[in-house]
Each structure stands twice: as structure tokens, then as C-alpha cells.
């Protein structure tokens, strides 16, 4: 008689999974949605749900499932440095325009991603916020209904993988959140080394079951969420606003030290260096931490409706009219070695004076380029300068970003003390010029 062996495996469970009520166990079967769903791919996700539907109905009852493909090569992220910083070629390649391309014609009852790497690239640049969203809320529609079908096929847990994953490391995120969504069926991503174990042992046709035990609250009611809001206020022209920022969200697998616990205390830097340092300013400075920006840059979206224009009307207000500018941090815990102008090249003459002083600390390149996902998006978007800071990559993408690592130990002092002396330059320039930042066109309504 072979007597059964056991063995624990690292995981984190995804956000927005349901509890397990106590530990519960099932038979593991190695059953992946196709890996040709792309992440906002609503078309391709809908016909590799339907197809998973059509093979596995009446056969998931009381199993746990193995939901994504094996990674093939576990080593191949290892090839790649863990920790670097940009070198003076990367840098002098950012700097450099991209190549002009036209904008894809968007067809709004049918935006279908393209297959082609660079022209799905173009097509993501080529859509309005309101059109992104639009795909956005259809794929987590699409995820919610997929966790219904398997929660009434009576699946009793869910383990993924993800490509980030090496090293033990596990990289996790959620589920979808959308209100009248049911919660997921228990979900887990395992560790890459973990979950290729699993998948090996089904190989062999040996038996495996997995016992899971999940404890989580999730409200039934909407909860409110808030953003973090203090200020400066300035002397002879304090009604207009020279604002800071960063989220003060993060993934729960890790404590959000690098995302963005750094980008937060630095912006709080900035006004204590200021307030510290009793300097006069013609403007008001305002700080605002975010919530909500990991499902969409909810906080400061609301934020920008309610204080200054909706981007599907851009019917503005008088504040919009007396903002200056906004200055924004959120990747990582690298210095700071320039800023994305974001198309805005009136911007770039202040920007080499207020990054003269930086640049022996390698605070060098000033990019045209745009660069997204955060919060400045939401004030770019209605016409107010908002930018991003280029910041080295340490170990964000590799490590730390969205995963169980994402923890103090991997904050580096001497670098937000950097970022934190640059922005408060920059700020400190934009509160005490006589005019405010200068603008790009006014965007056209989204509707």
C-alpha cells in the first residue's frame, strides 16, 4: 500500500473570492481557459468562455481546478537581471519621440482588439477613456458570469498561475468586483514552481486532491471608499491649485510598500519640506492620496468629475479654470531620473529648469512620450496638466509589483529622499510662477 503523501503549497488567494467556510477539499483536475484570452480582450474571452462551458458542463461538481496553462519555463525569468536601474542609453532612448502613426478608426459597437501585437498597441492608444471603460466594465461582465457558471456547476475552488511568477513568488490580484456579481468561487494563484507540480502529478495520472481553507469578508452592501486630501494654503493667488498625488491602495498579498506606499510618503514629503521649510507660495498646495486606483483610477476620476470637468461632457468649472498643475508618483520605489511630458512639449522648457539642479543625481530626461496607468490620467484626460515621473525600475516589475514581496524591505530610503527633493523643486516652481502651467487643447466630449 502506498501510503498518500502531503505537501503545502504557496499561495494567495485573489480578491473578491468567497469563503470556504471552513477547510474543504476535491479531486484536481487540470481544466485552463484557453491562454488566447488577452486581459481586456472582451471578444476572445467570450468565445473561450463559452467553449470551456460546452466542454465542462454536468463535470465539475466537488473538483478544484488547475484554471491556467503550466508555465513552460519557470528559469527563463531568472535570465533577466532581478534589480536594475536605467542606463544612459535607456534614458536617451525615452527621450526620443515615437514615430507618428494615425489613430485606428474606433468603431463603438464593435471594438474588437486586434490580433497583431502592434496594431492592438494602436488601438488601445486610439480609444477614449469612456471607450477603454467600456471594454473594461465587458470583460469583468464576462468574469462575473464565468464565476456564476462555476459556482452553480458546484466547483469548490479555483488555483491559477501567472506569468509573473518565479521563485516562489505569487502575483495576485482579484476577480470581478462589479456590484449584483456574485463572489468567485475560492480562488488562489500558486507559485509557479507550485502549481507546475500539480499539473506534473495529473500528468502521471496520479491522484491528487487539495484541501483549501479561504476566511474573507466581503460586504454585501456598497462601501464607501475615500481619498486623502490636505493642503498648503498659498498667499496672493491662494484660489488656484498646484496639486500632488499618488494612490494609497494597494493588493493585499504584500503591504503596498512599493505600490504605492512610496509614491504616498513622498508626496507627503513634498509638503512637509515645504511646510518644514515655511516657504511663501503665491498658490495653493494640495496633496490627495487615491483610493481606488487599482480598479481603475476610481478615487481621482471621481475626484476630477466632481471638482473640475467630466471628460464625457467637458462642461468645466471655475476651479478648472484656476488649477495650475498636478505631479504624480506611482512606480515604485526608484528615484527619480526625469518626467513624461505627455505630449505637452510647453511643459518642457520649465521642466529643464526646475531639473537642472538633479541632474549629478541622474535626473536627466525629459520625454515627450505618455506614459498611463495612474492617477495624472485623470487630469490629462479633461485638459489639466498632469504628469508622471520617470522613476528606475529596481525591482518593481520583477518582484515587487502586485505580489506577496510588494513589502517594506524592498523600499530603498535614499531614493525617495531623491524623489521627494526633485517634486518638491517642482512644485515649489509651480506655486510661485507667475502663470499658471500652460495647457494643451481643451480634449472634445467623450460622448
Not at 504616498?264 to 514629503?269: C, D, G, K, N, P
Not at 531639473?355 to 485623470?378: C, E, K, M, W, Y
Request: charged share 25%; aromatic share 8%; with cysteine.
Amino acid at each position: 500500500m502506498i501510503e498518500p503523501r502531503y505537501s503545502l503549497l504557496a499561495a494567495s488567494p485573489l480578491a473578491w473570492s468567497r469563503s470556504t467556510n471552513g477547510p474543504v477539499s476535491g479531486e484536481l483536475i487540470l481544466a485552463p481557459l484557453s491562454t488566447s484570452s488577452a486581459r481586456f480582450n472582451a471578444k476572445t474571452l467570450g468565445t473561450d468562455i463559452q467553449k470551456f462551458k460546452d466542454k465542462y458542463k454536468g463535470k465539475l461538481k466537488g473538483k478544484i481546478l488547475l484554471m491556467s496553462q503550466p508555465k513552460s519555463d519557470v528559469l527563463a525569468s531568472e535570465m533577466k537581471a532581478a534589480l536594475t536601474r536605467y542606463a544612459d542609453t535607456d534614458l536617451s532612448q525615452m527621450a526620443v519621440a515615437p514615430t507618428p502613426v494615425a489613430k485606428l478608426a474606433i468603431d463603438p459597437a464593435n471594438m474588437e482588439i486586434p490580433d497583431d501585437p502592434e496594431l492592438a498597441a494602436r488601438f488601445f492608444t486610439s480609444l477614449s477613456e469612456s471607450q477603454f471603460m467600456k471594454i473594461y466594465d465587458r470583460v469583468q461582465e464576462l468574469q462575473g458570469e464565468f464565476s456564476k457558471f462555476l459556482l452553480e456547476e458546484g466547483v469548490v475552488a479555483v488555483l491559477r498561475n501567472d506569468d509573473r511568477a518565479h521563485d516562489a513568488l505569487t502575483f495576485s490580484e482579484g476577480v470581478s468586483y462589479k456590484a449584483g456579481v456574485p463572489l468567485a468561487a475560492p480562488t488562489f494563484v500558486v507559485t509557479a514552481e507550485h502549481y507546475n507540480r500539480l499539473t506534473r502529478l495529473l500528468e502521471k495520472k496520479a491522484p491528487v486532491r487539495v484541501m483549501v481553507n479561504l476566511q474573507a469578508k466581503v460586504p454585501d452592501a456598497a462601501v464607501d471608499a475615500y481619498n486623502i486630501v490636505a493642503e498648503i494654503p498659498g498667499t496672493t493667488k491662494k484660489d488656484e491649485i498646484v496639486m500632488v498625488g499618488a494612490h494609497f491602495d494597494s493588493w493585499h498579498s504584500g503591504t503596498g510598500a512599493t505600490d504605492n506606499a512610496s509614491g504616498s510618503a513622498v508626496m507627503m514629503e513634498v509638503v512637509r519640506i515645504l511646510k518644514s521649510l515655511d516657504l511663501k507660495m503665491d498658490r495653493t498646495v494640495r496633496i490627495a492620496l487615491w483610493s481606488g486606483e487599482e480598479q481603475g483610477l476610481l478615487g481621482s476620476k471621481a475626484y476630477v468629475r466632481e471638482h473640475f470637468a467630466d471628460p464625457k461632457t467637458m462642461k468645466t468649472t471655475e476651479a478648472h479654470d484656476k488649477f495650475a498643475g498636478y505631479f504624480n508618483l506611482d512606480n515604485g520605489s526608484g528615484k527619480i531620473r526625469g518626467v513624461y511630458l505627455q505630449q505637452h512639449d510647453a511643459m518642457r522648457p520649465l521642466f529643464e529648469q526646475w531639473l537642472a539642479p538633479f541632474r549629478d543625481q541622474g535626473v536627466t530626461t525629459i520625454s515627450i512620450r505618455n506614459t498611463g496607468g495612474t492617477d495624472h490620467q485623470a487630469f490629462d484626460a479633461v485638459g489639466l496638466p498632469g504628469f508622471q515621473f520617470i522613476q528606475d525600475p529596481l525591482d518593481y516589475m520583477t518582484v515587487t509589483h502586485h505580489s506577496n514581496m510588494d513589502v517594506y524591505d524592498h523600499a530603498q530610503a535614499g531614493d525617495l529622499m531623491q524623489a521627494s527633493a526633485v517634486i518638491a523643486t517642482c512644485v515649489y516652481g509651480a506655486a510661485t510662477r507667475p502663470d499658471k502651467l500652460p495647457r494643451k487643447p481643451l480634449p472634445k466630449p467623450e460622448l
